[in-house]
């Protein structure tokens, strides 16, 4: 008997590219059958594609390096902050871009060449800094003096910096209606760039090899990027350009983000009308890097028919924050039913004490009952990340699934490990 499939077709290209559906209805994610994961390694669980992810890395990886010889792709690693993330990215030839020293820790763990990572940030310590200097990295991303005073108490060899600046352009509005962008608290205005350039040639450890610019999400024409670099030409030619701003995700059917190819012809068509010829194009993307490869997995709690049906699962805002600070529309599908065509709309609450925990407004159910696995598709970015301990929520595992056999990536977090974060009254009392 063949597979059945989903119950919607569509939901082929929001799910990771090795889901597939058992002969009995049981949603598998490479090759794992999401029940059987739920009660092995418990819920809220997220599940990883792990050949999916492996997929989508090449695709960015080669598919601009066919466009433009000299570029690379940088994994922005704080859509996705797991060790095994970091070391596959690096396996699968990506630069690594972190934000902090948390990040850069697990960079450097995950065995990724010290060369190929890139620090970010509005705000470093002195710590981070004298950290990512120690380990060799490739580029420190400056954002202002201040970085360029600690590098100077830290430095006794050269290291290779990008200047973050304001392009002084919105890409996302007209120039009339644009606000310049200069109320962003990341990067440099073009004047003080300029003033910061011209202070540090000649520097003795310090090399500016280029600029990093921010030109908002779903760069799909030409015109923004050119805008944005016309901005900086005064600055002069470098040697290289980090283009960050990135490629929007289809988390609905309803949705339609560009594919990968036409954000990538877009950007490299950009790159060879306006950047020096042999200049090197970095390009770092999270959100669509990784998405598409992960859901979460929630065992149903309750299911009850009050002011309206509501199913209730185990986890919520705790795992998935994004749901409540953007608003996100995920597909939902029963596990245990995925060919099964929904009969049922339901409020898909999580189990934190907000009534903004509401993991998917008026979702499409399949038969809903309590003990289901229900899975949202398209989470793997930013979800792990945002997880926290509301209400005493532990942060969830990851797990990498692959050809039928599942990884442990991430240990879910243990009452114990919550607990003993605090100083309580066996340490220091508080009775008085
Ligand atoms: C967050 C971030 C990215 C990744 O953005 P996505 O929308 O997840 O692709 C890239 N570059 C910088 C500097 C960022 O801060």
Excluded at 110 to 138: C, F, M, R, T, Y
Excluded at 273 to 295: D, K, T, Y
Excluded at 384 to 396: E, H, I, M, R, V
Aim: hydrophobic share 45%; net charge negative.
């Amino acid at each position: 008997m063949a597979a059945p499939g989903f119950h919607d077709p569509r939901f082929e290209r929001i799910f990771p590219p090795n889901a597939s559906v058992r002969t009995d209805g049981v949603l598998e994610i490479g090759g794992c059958a999401l029940p059987e994961l739920a009660a092995e390694y418990g819920t809220p669980l997220y599940v990883i594609d792990e050949l999916g992810l492996r997929e989508r890395m090449r695709a960015y990886r080669d598919g601009l390096a066919a466009r433009r010889p000299n570029s690379q792709v940088a994994f922005a690693s704080k859509s996705f902050p797991v060790l095994a993330a970091y070391a596959i990215a690096a396996a699968e030839g990506l630069a690594i871009d972190v934000a902090g020293a948390g990040e850069l820790l697990l960079a450097l763990e995950s065995g990724a060449p010290p060369e190929l990572i890139h620090l970010h940030g509005n705000a470093k310590s002195e710590e981070e800094l004298a950290l990512a200097v120690d380990a060799g990295i490739g580029t420190i991303v400056l954002d202002g003096e201040a970085d360029v005073e600690r590098l100077d108490a830290l430095l006794t060899r050269p290291q290779d910096v990008l200047i973050r600046i304001i392009p002084g352009v919105d890409p996302r509005v007209p120039r009339a209606i644009s606000t310049g962008g200069e109320r962003s608290k990341f990067g440099l205005p073009i004047p003080q760039a300029k003033a910061l350039i011209e202070r540090l040639e000649g520097h003795p450890f310090i090399t500016v090899v280029g600029l990093h610019l921010h030109i908002g999400s779903q760069v799909l024409e030409v015109e923004p990027f050119e805008r944005a670099v016309e901005a900086v030409r005064e600055l002069g030619e470098f040697p290289v350009y980090n283009i960050g701003g990135g490629l929007g995700v289809d988390y609905h059917v309803r949705h339609a983000a560009p594919t990968l190819d036409a954000y990538l012809d877009a950007i490299t068509a950009a790159a060879t009308c306006v950047l020096p010829a042999h200049s090197r194009l970095i390009i770092e993307p999270g959100r669509s890097l990784v998405a598409r490869s992960g859901v979460t997995a929630y065992r149903v709690n309750n299911v009850k028919r009050t002011g309206a049906t509501f199913v209730a699962v185990d986890g919520g805002l705790a795992d998935q924050l994004n749901v409540a600070l953007m608003d996100m529309e995920f597909t939902p599908l029963v596990a245990d039913r995925a060919s099964t065509r929904p009969d049922t709309v339901a409020q898909l609450v999580g189990r934190q004490c907000e009534s903004g925990d509401l993991l998917v407004d008026r979702a499409e159910l399949a038969a809903p009952a309590t003990g289901d696995t229900i899975v949202l598709a398209a989470t793997g970015a930013y979800g792990y990340t945002l997880s926290n301990n509301y209400n005493g929520a532990l942060k969830p595992a990851v797990v990498f699934c692959r050809e039928g056999e599942s990884r442990l990536a991430v240990r879910r977090q243990t009452y114990a490990e919550f607990l003993g974060h605090h100083v309580g009254p066996s340490q220091q009392s508080w009775a008085s």
